[in-house]
């Protein structure tokens, strides 16, 4: 079943969003790095700023980002050099493909817990949101814990506010907890 033309059709398509995403992601950290140097700094002198974590993350991203074209442009070089000289040699069949995505349900539940994380962070707060946020995925991944997984989101969703508001002192939304913080 793996010589089919839906699975061809399939592969064609996955290679082509692969290629996209290899050249895209790149284009994509040096406008996240651009961004991030457009962030005001505060009058006063500090080491770190409101600046420092973007722009590490977006070199951090680059550096992946060129690292993953490096090994695709070796990839497709590696095929078409096999593919010359044994057609059958180097070619995975369809169900044998370790980078796809088997477990679609899982995916939306995450997808859908970050587009609610967004939504619910202005008028819930961010110790709420996040705890719930990480409470709902931790037991979603990890159903028999469900205790340990809500003492843990809820105290690791309090150190990083007192971290960013009390150490880093950038602002974050108290929500319905305003009256604690």
Do not use: H
């Not at 962070?121 to 990480?134: C, D, I, K, M, N």
């Not at 990890?142 to 002192?169: C, D, H, K, Q």
């Amino acid at each position: 079943m793996s010589g089919t033309p839906a699975r061809r059709k399939e592969g064609a398509i996955a290679e082509k969003v692969e290629t996209a995403f290899t050249v895209l992601l790149p284009i994509f950290s040096v406008f996240f790095i651009w961004q991030a140097t457009q962030v005001t700094e505060p009058p006063r002198n500090i080491v770190v700023g409101p600046r420092t974590f973007p722009l590490l993350v977006g070199w951090m991203m680059l550096a992946v980002s060129v690292v993953l074209a490096w090994q695709r442009i070796r990839t497709r070089a590696a095929e078409a050099s096999a593919a010359a000289s044994d057609p059958q040699l180097g070619l995975v069949p369809p169900d044998e493909d370790e980078t796809s995505i088997s477990d679609w349900p899982a995916v939306w539940s995450v997808l859908g817990s970050l587009l609610a994380l967004f939504l619910l962070l202005e008028p819930l707060g961010f110790v709420t949101a996040l705890a719930l946020f990480l409470f709902g995925l931790s037991t979603l991944f990890g159903p028999r814990r469900w205790l340990l997984n809500l003492v843990i989101s809820v105290a690791f969703s309090t150190f990083f506010y007192y971290l960013f508001t009390r150490v880093l002192e950038i602002p974050l939304p108290n929500g319905v907890l305003r009256s604690f913080f």
